[in-house]
């Protein structure tokens, strides 16, 4: 069976910082990854996935990500964070039966 | 536009009186599935569809019932709603030829109070 764990609840970061969102998974085959982000207010936007492809994947506004098997981590980061970065994110897995099972979130809030 | 859209957006209601709420998408997607939204939670499965006439369970059904008699539509039915359905719900699609890596497009979801 599948799982996502998102190490934090909620991080916060000054505008022009690195961020760094949590993201470790379980999964019995060679999963896919994604990140989701989620503005108040709005449906969830595809951010990045990996596909069993490069592990270190390229996503929109500056996100990337690093698939690390040994770690079963898949961790969210961006050299500096803006302003219209705050949101929720979600880390997401899929197997082979294309259910997705989806973390908790973590709440990225930045400060001015 | 390629898109997924649900109505209603905002719907409250009483509790046992049937409501549906209606998600269509316009990419000629296979896959359809609708997901509910808690605090704390993250978003949890409640059905999924790979093609029309096909359904299966996902994480909670429990309370609700699907139909996927068009390939574009795919209501999400409540027959006797409960406030423990109280959440915002989100359908979403997908391609399915390639796998299980195409990313699945989300609606704008609907926010659903029981009282």
């Known amino acids: 069976a599948q799982s996502v764990t998102q190490l934090d609840s909620h991080v916060s970061v000054s505008e022009g910082t690195p961020v760094l969102l949590r993201c470790n998974y379980s999964?019995?085959?060679?999963?896919?990854l994604f990140w989701y982000v989620q503005h108040p207010n709005k449906g969830l936007q595809l951010l990045l996935k990996y596909t069993s492809a490069a592990t270190l994947v390229k996503g929109i506004n500056g996100f990337e990500a690093e698939f690390k098997k040994s770690e079963t981590s898949f961790h969210l980061t961006k050299p500096s964070a803006h302003m219209s970065d705050a949101a929720e994110y979600f880390c997401?897995?899929?197997?082979?039966?294309?259910?997705?099972?989806f973390g908790k979130g973590t709440k990225l809030s930045v400060i001015p | 536009e390629a898109q997924v859209t649900q109505n209603p957006r905002y719907l409250i209601t009483v509790t046992g009186k049937k409501l549906t709420v209606t998600c269509s998408q316009n990419?000629?997607?296979?896959?359809m599935s609708w997901y509910r939204q808690d605090p704390g939670l993250g978003l949890r499965q409640i059905y999924y569809s790979m093609n029309v006439e096909v359904t299966d369970k996902g994480d909670v059904p429990e309370g609700y019932k699907v139909s996927r008699k068009e390939k574009r539509n795919f209501p999400l039915i409540l027959e006797s709603p409960s406030p423990n359905q109280t959440s915002l719900y989100f359908c979403?699609?997908?391609?399915?030829?390639?796998?299980?890596?195409?990313?699945?497009?989300f609606g704008p979801g609907t926010r659903l109070t029981v009282t």
């Open positions: 997401v897995v899929s197997e082979a039966s294309y259910q997705l099972t």
């Open positions: 979403a699609s997908s391609k399915l030829a390639g796998g299980p890596e195409y990313e699945q497009y």
């Open positions: 999964s019995s085959y060679s999963p896919s």
């Open positions: 990419m000629n997607h296979e896959y």
